[in-house]
């Protein structure tokens, strides 16, 4: 079972610079977009420096389904705050 992604830390200009994962391991996006690449995570395939991310198609057409944006997802604060990490 992959890991998932929970959290974002946003830079100065508001673009995703970290990601946080269920596990409390928190990774640049770079990192997240290679590990996403390598199907480290559930269900994503693919995650662009925008924070948009990608599955495989369940349509069976060839052509990956675009999900919604990291941006969705809560800081890290608040991430914590609601605790949302495992163990």
Do not use: C
Not at 43 to 70: F, V
């Amino acid at each position: 079972m992959g890991e998932k992604i929970i959290a974002v830390r946003k830079d100065r200009n508001g673009d995703i610079a970290e990601v946080m994962t269920h596990t409390g391991r928190v990774i640049s996006i770079e990192q997240a977009m290679q590990e996403a690449r390598d199907g480290n995570f559930d269900s994503l395939d693919a995650i662009d420096r925008e924070g948009n991310w990608y599955i495989k198609s369940s349509t069976g057409d060839g052509e990956p389904e675009a999900g919604g944006n990291l941006d969705m997802l809560p800081s890290f604060e608040q991430a914590m705050h609601e605790d949302n990490l495992e163990g």
